[in-house]
């Protein structure tokens, strides 16, 4: 199983990114998909997360501005992130618990820069 993560880069403050992550392989389900990030010399925290019937939660910090979807056809999660500010840089992971025939765990993409100029 592989999660690949896209759609980092550089934006203006004020401005909007769309991340897309998808999940690849031997796949029975996909429980609970996550976006975290790290920025530069702190730790991970949790962004956003959505479950599989849909709920969605969010840091406090992106309320409002950042939406989670899934296409659970696709296994891809997605992350449209608006009125960017430069404090949203960091490097984006996802995160997807994942069953496969024998298991169940967790699994992460391998990160996408977001750098927002002031």
């Known amino acids: 199983v592989q999660l690949q993560a896209f759609g980092g880069g550089l934006v203006q403050a004020g401005g909007s990114l769309r991340l897309s992550c998808a999940a690849s392989g031997r796949i029975s389900s996909i429980n609970d998909m996550c976006w975290y990030r790290q920025p530069l010399g702190k730790e991970r925290e949790l962004v956003a997360v959505?479950?599989?019937?849909?709920?969605?939660n969010y840091a406090d910090s992106v309320k409002g501005r950042f939406t989670i979807s899934r296409d659970n056809a696709k296994n891809t999660v997605y992350l449209q992130m608006d009125s960017l500010k430069p404090e949203d840089t960091a490097v984006y992971y996802c995160q997807a618990d994942i069953r496969t025939t024998f298991y169940l765990g967790g699994y992460w993409g391998q990160g996408t820069l977001v750098t927002v100029s002031s």
């Open positions: 959505i479950t599989s019937g849909g709920s969605t």
